[in-house]
């Protein structure tokens, strides 16, 4: 798939809570096919701090507005430097890079995201409801206030919580949710927090449930040149940003 480098114009930026926002941003030529798993590199401009690109997960996209939504989180100088954009500002990225997850058809499938890696999910279960699949959404969030975006997963399907502190949803780990020994999954597919992600996997392998997650290691160039990314695979080390970000668990050394 063609690589591009395009600027984009910023369209809105969306405040979730005190640390997450979503930045919708606008093509200035029409979009080429992007897949949901996908992500792009972003140019971070007038920031003294950040030389590289930063790779964002892509949210969500709309042909019709011909637009990418990036759902992002506060954490250093360049994640809070995209977080003053405003309305009318260019950003340049690079797309679509990485693979995608795969999309069943008429199953029952369990998307389980944490903190941002929340980010990829909801273009996924478009693409899922679209392909007849009965979707749930598991996410794992630390409180009720990071608990975002809910009616937009519940366009696609069920919409699940779990909060660590009890204050939403089920208390705990999304693995602890009750609804994973209520119901029977055909697929799982997760992004998140390592230590989420292996536990998700664990619980696929348990069950013999087909299972891909969303590696969120560091991908500086986007296209396997600079070997920040790679990971260890059945198969040998393999860049993350080219061979991934979805991996299938059997296929990781976990």
């Known amino acids: 798939m063609k690589k591009l480098v395009q600027d984009f114009e910023v369209l809105q930026r969306k405040e979730l809570n005190d640390d997450h926002f979503v930045l919708d941003v606008k093509a200035l030529e029409p979009l080429p096919e992007i897949r949901p798993g996908q992500f792009v590199n972003v140019l971070v401009k007038d920031s003294n ?4 690109r930063r790779p964002l997960s892509i949210h969500f996209v709309d042909y019709e507005r011909n637009t990418i939504s990036l759902y992002i989180k506060k954490i250093g100088d360049g994640t809070k430097k995209l ?16 693979n995608q997850y795969s999309i069943p058809n008429n199953a029952n499938t369990l998307l389980v995201g944490g903190g941002c890696g929340v980010a990829p999910l909801l273009y996924l279960a478009k693409h899922l409801k ?3 699949n009965n979707v749930t959404t598991l996410l794992g969030v630390r409180s009720e206030k990071d608990a975002v975006e809910l009616d937009a997963y ?30 029977k999954f055909d697929y799982v597919f997760t992004c998140g927090p390592e230590p989420m992600m292996k536990a998700v996997a664990a619980y696929s392998a348990q069950n013999n449930i087909p299972c891909e997650v969303s590696l969120e ?19 040998g080390n393999k860049c993350t940003c080219t061979e991934g970000p979805v991996f299938n668990i059997n296929d990781l050394k976990w």
Do not use: R
């Open 217 to 235: 290691n560091t991908m500086a160039c986007g296209f396997g040149a600079c070997l920040c990314c790679v990971t260890e695979t059945t198969e």
């Open 154 to 183: 519940k366009e696609y399907g069920n919409i699940l919580v779990t909060t660590e502190d009890g204050s939403f949803g089920e208390k705990g780990y999304p693995t602890q949710h009750s609804i994973l020994e209520k119901e």
């Open 83 to 98: 977080g003053e954009l405003k309305e009318g500002d260019s950003l340049n990225i690079v797309y679509p890079l990485g």
């Open 49 to 52: 701090t950040t030389f590289l």
């Open 130 to 132: 679209e392909a007849g």
